[in-house]
């Protein structure tokens, strides 16, 4: 159910010239009315509701304060974007957000002059918008970059990274940390506000820089206490010191609800002659909706959602997510296996290991946006002879691949990767599907390379990484909810490098890696009623194969078509390379791979994914067919 809006003021707005041609005075209500649409919005279609509802007044004081879109405003992470994307010409889209055809749930380039940049991963926003600064500054053009970063971001070293290199852009360089969460100073309150409206006005900063130059013409001794002294007393009333020590003019914290703070001090900001700024705004996730609120964690990612009541539309009942059946599996491992650990990156939900949180506490490990740090992490711990498992999501393992080489595999360490949310992720598009992790991974030597067909098989490979020891190894599955196949009473430790043939055949052999597996499935009932006898083998491993079944299949049929849910590069490559280092394909065996297509695809419901990929059932039997030399009604073609 969704809630009737009166909107007048938000009506008026379509981009943010509109929102600057309004009076101070009527900022509060434009924000009230914004914030109900986005409610409204989110409730329609699903998606991130609590932090853009936390975000909803520093969006509109941003927009009021700098020029965009020529002032470049970059949000970290994007998902709190939806209020930016109502007020800066997207409205009348909003209802579409993360739908075929629709708007992303992300700042995308290609979707408004206003997302200067894509960001649906963390942290890269202070090197985007410090690359716009120096950019305008070289080319002699106005403009500023502004980082909205939330605190989550900041756990990320890419962050202190850009900040460590941000003095050459000036004062064109702005950030705003947006914390939520973390609690890294003192609570706001009038004081606080008070101070940092006093220190990042214009007649403060004028008579600092005139005590500075001062300073300068005292003896170096008398200069160093002089700065110091500055610097302390800032310190101490506002706990700013880590970011003066990387070059920044902090300024807060303040309320980043109270419009009347925020607009004055964003102004003193974007007016300073100093150099970069950063201003440290304390909000509040899902701020001004009840439920979200209450159970902000629980509304940072929703389904559809009735406006009045909050209660979210439940999705069927039915076989467990993958990654809670990973995370049951691995609390039974570690229950047997005292040196079993876990780590994640700021997802234990995500990833299933808040059920190993709550029944080993002592052995889990939420490091924070750093995946780099995490795989090192589990490395170290690895050569100190625990057993970890480092639980990530295929897109964000991408970020710590240097680290799985240099640190894991090159030692040839036994680090478990856990691999969520491979393949295709549906509504979170391109930015987040798991494309390409059987590609990085099975290129390293020592990598044993897993992927689970179903959730059985999942338990059985959860099992079978806790008990390798003799080097790097890695599993993944993907997003969602598994097939409904019966789970194990005791799972199996399975053979590395072994696959299995699950549909026995003698003329066409699909070998599958990965969720696949049903829809191979039905392709062989549909090649069969052709009277195209098939066989259906899960191969479990891109690394190593299964030589002996794969040469034994090639010799006995008369096409091998590999399915997989990977990028070029993956599971086909290596069977093609194989049959090409044997000579397999001399006495007329025809291959052919299915994999996903050489495009980052956008968003979509999955099944509108899977087609566009060509990986469904029909795309699989249309494969073996043309294959054959047959079109699609089974008729031979002529051959040329």
């Not at 050459?168 to 606080?192: C, F, Y």
């Not at 890696?513 to 899960?538: F, H, Y």
């Not at 509108?608 to 079109?631: F, S």
Request: net charge negative.
């Amino acid at each position: 159910m969704t809630a009737t809006l009166a909107t007048p003021l938000l009506d008026t707005v379509h981009t943010p010239d509109d929102l600057r041609r309004l009076q101070p005075a009527q900022l509060r209500q434009l924000a009230d009315e914004l914030r109900q649409e986005m409610i409204s919005a989110v409730g329609t279609t699903g998606g991130h509701l609590g932090s853009g509802l936390g975000v909803v007044e520093l969006t509109v004081a941003v927009h009021y304060v700098f020029d965009t879109p020529a002032d470049r405003l970059v949000w970290d992470v994007g998902h709190q974007a939806y209020p930016h994307k109502i007020i800066t010409g997207r409205r009348d889209r909003i209802r579409t957000l993360r739908q075929g055809g629709g708007l992303s749930g992300f700042t995308k380039r290609s979707e408004s002059e206003y997302d200067p940049f894509g960001a649906a991963h963390s942290s890269t926003s202070i090197s985007a918008a410090l690359g716009f600064a120096v950019a305008n500054k070289l080319a002699g053009t106005p403009g500023k970059g502004i980082a909205v970063i939330g605190d989550g971001a900041m756990s990320a070293g890419m962050a202190y990274e850009a900040m460590n290199n941000a003095k050459q852009a000036g004062n064109r360089l702005v950030v705003i940390l947006n914390d939520n969460d973390m609690s890294i100073a003192p609570p706001v309150g009038s004081l606080s506000s008070y101070l940092a409206r006093l220190v990042s006005s214009r007649p403060f900063l004028e008579l600092r820089d005139l005590a500075r130059r001062l300073s300068r013409k005292l003896p170096e001794p008398l200069h160093r206490a002089a700065k110091k002294t500055d610097e302390f007393a800032r310190g101490m009333a506002m706990g700013g010191t880590l970011f003066e020590e990387l070059g920044f003019y902090y300024v807060g914290p303040i309320d980043g609800h109270n419009l009347d703070q925020l607009i004055p001090v964003l102004e003193n900001v974007r007016d300073a002659a100093e150099g970069p700024c950063l201003v440290h705004v304390v909000t509040q996730k899902g701020k001004g909706y009840a439920p979200a609120e209450a159970s902000a964690d629980k509304y940072h990612g929703v389904q559809k959602f009735d406006v009045i009541t909050g209660e979210q539309v439940k999705s069927a009942g039915g076989a467990p997510a993958y990654q809670n059946v990973f995370g049951d599996q691995l609390v039974a491992e570690g229950a047997r296996d005292s040196t079993i650990c876990a780590i994640t990156a700021a997802m234990p939900s995500g990833t299933g290991l808040d059920r190993f949180a709550a029944a080993h506490p002592d052995r889990f490990f939420d490091v924070g946006i750093a995946e780099q740090h995490a795989v090192t992490f589990a490395a170290g711990l690895a050569a100190q002879g625990m057993r970890p498992f480092c639980a990530i999501y295929s897109t964000f393992l991408q970020r710590a691949f240097d680290q799985v080489v240099h640190d894991v595999a090159i030692q040839n360490l036994p680090v478990r990767f856990a691999i969520d949310r491979a393949g295709l992720v549906g509504a979170d598009g391109a930015t987040h599907a798991g494309s390409f992790d059987v590609t990085y991974l099975a290129t390293l030597p020592n990598l044993v390379v897993m992927a689970a067909a179903d959730e059985a098989e999942l338990v059985h490979m959860t099992h079978t990484a806790a008990l390798h020891d003799s080097g790097p190894i890695a599993f993944r599955y993907p997003r969602g909810n598994g097939t409904g196949v019966p789970l194990p009473v005791e799972p199996q430790r399975l053979e590395i490098g072994k696959g299995r043939i699950v549909r026995h055949g003698s003329k066409v052999a699909l070998l599958t890696l990965g969720t696949r597996l049903g829809e191979a499935l039905k392709a062989a009932d549909q090649l069969e009623a052709r009277g195209l006898s098939t066989t259906v083998a899960d191969l479990r491993f891109a690394k190593p194969l299964d030589e002996a079944l794969i040469r034994h299949l090639m010799s006995t049929h008369e096409v091998i078509v590999t399915v997989e849910e990977g990028s070029i590069g993956g599971l086909g490559a290596h069977v093609l390379t194989m049959a090409s280092d044997e000579g397999l394909t001399d006495a007329g065996l025809k291959i052919r791979t299915m994999r996903l297509p050489d495009v980052f695809q956008d968003h979509d419901a999955p099944d509108k994914q899977y087609d566009e990929a060509g990986l469904n059932a029909p795309q699989i039997v249309d494969t073996v067919l043309k294959a054959l030399r047959h079109n699609s009604a089974g008729v031979e073609e002529a051959r040329a």
